[in-house]
């Protein structure tokens, strides 16, 4: 097991990955920290992660609904192989701001 270290909206957050997937988890990480750092400041931190991981999600949801579409236009960070991790992530998001709100 190995972890990497994810900066998101200013905050440093250690990730337990399998050994190889280190570069993959911290590109990921990176989608998340750009939807967050897109919503701006003005909300909480465990809204901004919902939040973004709304939105991810929803990319993927419209993925799923326009392969051959998403196919030409999305970046590798994107593709259908990184989809289960996006879905993992923003499980987790939700289940960290679930936690942090309650």
Known sequence: ??????QIGGRAYTMACA???EAHIA???????????????GQ??????????LLLADELHEA??????IAASTPAAYSDENAGAF???ADR???LALSLEG
Not at 1 to 6: A, E, F, Y
Not at 29 to 40: L, N, P, T, Y
Not at 45 to 52: C, G, H, K
Not at 64 to 69: F, L, M, T, W
């Open 64 to 69: 799923r609904g326009r392969p051959s579409a």
């Open 93 to 95: 998001l939700e289940k």
């Open 27 to 41: 590109a990921l990480g990176r989608s998340i920290a750009d939807k967050v750092e897109q919503m701006g400041a």
């Open 44 to 53: 909480s931190e465990v809204r901004q992660l919902l939040f973004a991981s």
């Open 1 to 6: 097991m190995s972890n990497v270290t994810l």
């Open 87 to 89: 879905e993992a992530i």
């Open 19 to 21: 050994d190889g997937e």
